[in-house]
């Protein structure tokens, strides 16, 4: 039998549960997950490597139209993850109005390659409501397959997976076999500290700040790392910081938690904050922290 291989860009909406079924089919928890919208900034490809084929599920930022720089950088990931795709899975659900972002789904009906159309969160809807959405949608994208699922507790998601493996193309793979994504360790430290941010700090201030990983030694017994965590304004940094330094203690103590779990090593965990004033409208900020 011949291999396989190929890439699957997860797109959609913010908050629909791409990062979810990303993390559930790559089998590690790779994307940040929480409650709020624009929780993913990056193209993260997960590699899942069976003998007979490689598929690299990447999962990119929630579509949006944008308000700064760095929300333009974000949407770039998802129309390129699109148009480099062998397998777009295009995620809905059953709470968000079908149709948002029409643009993009233009553009996702105009594709060459195959469409599914993931409706999640059907635990929580209705028989009566998902029939409505189903038509809709075969309506906005008609050259679509559509599956019907939820991430959250693994309902047809085996059989769309079973669908991705039948579309993969013929191919080498891409990767090295014993692969399992494209990002450094450093980066999901990153990732580590700006999902307790995410979850500890509420309003504008998860969506001003930025994690940089300043200094990463490892040693057989420990890993030493110091994080610079920006803020776009000299008040957002009181707040991340807190009373007696009491917030920046709990993230950074909830951070190292699970970054040993992450790293299988004790880790020492130093947290700044540094005022980088209106970083995501600064394309050279926004290129010192990774975004293209």
Not at 59 to 78: H, I, R
Request: aromatic residues 10%; neutral net charge; proline residues 4%.
């Amino acid at each position: 039998m011949a291999h396989k291989s190929g890439f699957v860009s997860i797109v959609g909406n913010p908050n629909v549960g791409k990062s979810t079924l990303s993390n559930l089919f790559v089998g590690e928890r790779l994307s940040i997950i929480t409650s709020k919208a624009q929780t993913t900034r990056h193209k993260i490809f997960g590699i899942v490597n069976e003998d007979d084929y490689q598929i690299v599920f990447s999962d990119t930022p929630g579509v949006l139209v944008p308000a700064y720089k760095l929300q333009e950088s974000m949407l770039k990931y998802s129309k390129s993850a699109a148009k480099e795709a062998d397998i777009i899975l295009f995620i809905t659900d059953t709470i968000e109005k079908p149709g948002k972002n029409e643009n993009f789904i233009n553009d996702v009906s105009k594709s060459d390659v195959p469409v599914l159309l993931v409706i999640n969160k059907i635990d929580i809807s209705s028989q009566t409501e998902l029939d409505k959405l189903v038509d809709i949608w075969k309506h906005l994208l008609p050259k679509s397959e559509i599956f019907p699922v939820s991430a959250l507790t693994k309902f047809n998601t085996d059989n769309l997976y079973k669908r991705i493996i039948e579309l993969l193309p013929e191919s080498p793979p891409y990767f090295d076999k014993d692969a399992l994504t494209d990002k450094p360790e450093r980066f999901f430290v990153s990732e580590i500290i700006r999902e307790k941010i995410l979850l500890f700090y509420q309003k504008e201030i998860p969506y001003s700040t930025e994690v940089e990983i300043e200094h990463f030694k490892e040693t057989p017994k420990l890993v030493d790392i110091r994080a610079v965590i920006h803020v776009a304004r000299e008040s957002q940094k009181g707040i991340i910081i807190g009373h007696q330094g009491k917030a920046l203690k709990k993230l950074g103590t909830e951070a190292r938690k699970d970054i040993e779990i992450f790293l299988n090593k004790k880790v020492f965990l130093q947290l700044f904050v540094k005022v980088s004033k209106d970083w995501r409208d600064k394309e050279i900020s926004l290129k010192n922290f990774g975004y293209e």
